[in-house]
């Protein structure tokens, strides 16, 4: 595989003068710690080593993005026809409603990050959907374009066409091109870039800010509690909002609904548009996993389409019911991993490879029938990189998981972390590892 060989080469460049790349590594490091990479008041963790990827990787990216964007619009369908499809899901009265206004554009998931262990070509197993909140494009591209200036990887430039993801002013686009769906009379639309204060990434936030203004549109950064529906219009102060580029995750906006009242009436009266709408939830609860091996919905996909699913959706039941079914888990714990049906960030996942048969029988007491689901363990694929340890180089394995971001149902980049752990997450320690694009080889006439 081209990622592996793209590797390997990386590391015997940094094997040949050790000294010099520790020492780039650590202006690396104080750049990244005055750029705007910071995730909850700290820079993002990172190696002296990205991942190259190649243009027969993206095209796998894009075919796995068709398949998934076609089965995510036809289970949406079914959930907006039919009542009893609905009951599957459990989700609360208000989100129920909301999920079936029309948004005013035909798109149902208009960004995601769908995370994937990627073992290259159709070697992949899907780990996490992540739809409305989705994050860390920021992180991504910041790390990216410092490590696109460093030593080692200018070395690997003399040789190959690389480059970056870009993925701020992609996002920028491809969100306007959606907004004119909804109403193409209003050429430069006023933006929000909203969610609650307490939740939000706000070095993130201003980065798409900056991006929105200078493409020629007002934006702004909203707490929704500060919208005003008056007379038919959403206001953030004086200014009439437009566009909502959502960034609430959708269990956050239920749970604190009382609060944003004003935003909830004015979505429901279609006064705003609101990137991504409240269907997009459909795809981002965990439930979506089991409910994906249901019979009823896979008789409605192709033959395509269902086997993209047996292949690489992991299986997934509900952990609760009989107690034959917490046997099994406690019995095979090293073969499942349990999640939280809503969540993000990994809250509350456990792998029970990572604990003791009697610490997991706890674990499994604590949670039974609590909204939890049991699912296939895959153990991620392993990547080598280069590590400086007491100022000695070390060549480590990390374990990956690779973010897919698609943008109006289209791959627009990645985002990919590596850990040491069976959960690789920031709650569980981790690097992010920035993505690179292998264009090609370098002609001898393209050198000169």
Known sequence: MDMK??????IDIIKKDVDKYR???????????????????????????????????????NEIGRILMSITDKVTQKYIESPQYRKKFGYPQLLEELILIDQGYDINVPIG?????????????FCEFNTDGSSAMNEDNTLARILLESKAVKKMREKYDIEYFELIYKWVDESIDIFKKYNNAIARP?????????????????????????????????????????????????????MIYRRIVTREFIEKSSEISDLIEAYRNGAVCMIGSMKSQIMHNKIIFKILYDEDTLEFLTDEERNFIKKH????????????????????????????????GSKGVYAGKDFTYEDWSKKLDEVFGKDYLFQEFFEPYKIKFVVFEDGKLKIKEFGTITGLFLYNEKFAGLYTRIGENSIISGLHGYYTAPNLLQRGRFSLSQKL
């Open 5 to 10: 060989r793209l590797t390997d080469e990386y």
């Open 23 to 61: 020492d780039d590594y650590e202006k690396a490091i104080e750049a990244v710690a005055n750029s705007t990479a910071i995730y909850k008041g700290e820079p993002v963790p990172f190696l002296y080593e990205p991942i190259f990827y190649t243009q027969s990787d993206v095209e796998r990216f």
């Open 113 to 125: 990050r769908f995370d994937i262990f990627y073992g290259g070509n159709d070697d992949f197993k």
């Open 190 to 242: 006023n933006v929000a870039i909203v969610d609650f204060k307490e939740s939000g990434t706000p070095y993130e936030f201003e980065e798409f800010k900056k991006a929105y203004i200078k493409r020629g549109y007002r934006a702004e950064i909203v707490d929704p509690r500060e919208l005003k529906y008056i007379d038919g219009k959403l206001y953030y102060e004086d200014m009439n909002i437009d």
């Open 313 to 344: 959706i992991p299986y997934t039941e509900e952990f609760k019911g009989s107690r034959s079914v917490y046997e099994k888990v406690l019995k095979h714990k090293d073969d499942y991993i349990l999640k939280p049906k809503d969540s993000y």
